[in-house]
């Protein structure tokens, strides 16, 4: 009978008793090294393939597309937990979307995953984002102390009209109803930079989400796209107000008026004149505070007025 030459192995034993003394220091150097593979390969997962890679910065807005094949029933992307809707451009097969950054946005690579959804099946495209840090200035004010330091009563109405902001900016209307490219809402000179850092009287603040242009009192103010007005208030930082809705997640501010000739529910064209720059509220002098917030995101309004879209119009449905 043939008999092995390797002792026989105890049940209580230990695995490197059954091995030769002198096979003993090899098998160690083989396990090892098997035991690092085990972990990059099944405790790193490599990153998924990516048609393409974005590279963009915090605030910053992107237009993607994708082609898709046969007549798929929606197409929605996440980035950074954030929904990304898509829309039909016009041109046949292609969907677009706007990706929003924010400017708080950490600078790193991260996926967006756009689902195609068809009739008993679903498809993912994988697009890479490559976010830079922006170098947001740092900018100095004086104000008065009440404005810088509210009291109790103030406070309250701070309070309330964040949340009723708050509350628009968390709706959604499923329709895209901005058409062709954003244009700016009025001419004049930027005096309060998007993501600046702002110091009052001393005191840092929060950083400073949307564009300051200073024109003179009574300067039409103009929409920068298509929409429904969602809210027209006065508010004790931003004053008189109007915020649009441009659907998909999109809306766009205008604060600081002096007045607004735009009712709540309303629908506006690009190009209509829905107020006049003032300095209501918390204002240094007659300026026009421009905003965007898209699907989350503080970006920088004059992102959008740089997109190029392209042809056929945007409008197309």
């Known amino acids: ?18 091995l030769p003394r002198s096979l003993r220091p090899a098998f160690f150097l083989i396990a090892l090294a098997a035991f690092w593979c085990l972990i990059v390969v099944g ?6 393939p990516a ?3 974005f590279k963009t910065k915090q605030g910053d807005v992107i237009y ?8 798929a029933a929606l197409v929605e992307g996440r980035f950074r937990d ?11 097969g292609e969907f677009g979307a706007l990706v929003g950054i924010d400017m708080a946005d950490i600078p790193d690579q991260a996926d967006l995953k756009a689902e195609i959804t068809y009739p008993g099946s679903v498809r993912t495209r994988v697009f890479r984002i490559a976010v830079a840090p922006e170098d947001f200035r740092e900018q100095r004010m004086t104000l008065p102390k009440d404005q810088v330091d509210p009291d109790a009563a103030a406070l309250k109405r701070i309070t309330l009209e964040k949340e009723k902001v708050k509350a628009v900016l968390a709706g959604f209307t499923p329709d895209r109803l901005w058409g062709s490219g954003f244009l700016v809402p009025v001419e004049g000179t930027v005096t309060g ?3 600046s850092k702002r110091i009052l009287n001393g005191q840092p603040r929060n950083q400073h989400n949307g564009e300051d242009i200073a024109a003179s009192l009574g300067t ?21 107000g109007v915020i649009l809705d441009h659907g998909l997640g999109l809306f766009t501010m205008y604060f600081h008026l002096d007045s607004t000739a735009v009712k709540e529910g309303g629908r506006v064209k690009r190009g209509d004149v829905i107020g006049t720059v003032g300095k209501s509220g918390r204002a240094t002098g007659p300026h026009l505070h421009w905003g965007a917030w898209l699907n989350g995101s503080r970006v920088n309004p004059f992102a959008l007025a740089k997109l190029q879209f392209g042809t056929p119009d945007l409008s197309a449905r």
Not at 64 to 71: A, D, F, M
């Open 82 to 92: 954030r929904l990304v809707p898509f829309f039909k451009t016009g041109r046949e």
């Open 43 to 48: 405790g790193s997962r490599a990153a998924e």
């Open 64 to 71: 993607l597309t994708l082609h898709v094949e046969g007549e």
């Open 51 to 53: 048609e393409k890679v």
């Open 1 to 18: 009978m043939w008999k092995s030459s390797f002792p026989k192995c105890r049940a209580n034993g230990r695995f490197a008793d059954v």
């Open 193 to 195: 930079v998007f993501g």
């Open 220 to 240: 039409p103010v103009k929409a920068t796209n298509d929409g429904v007005v969602k809210m027209v208030d006065d508010h004790f930082f931003s004053g008189k």
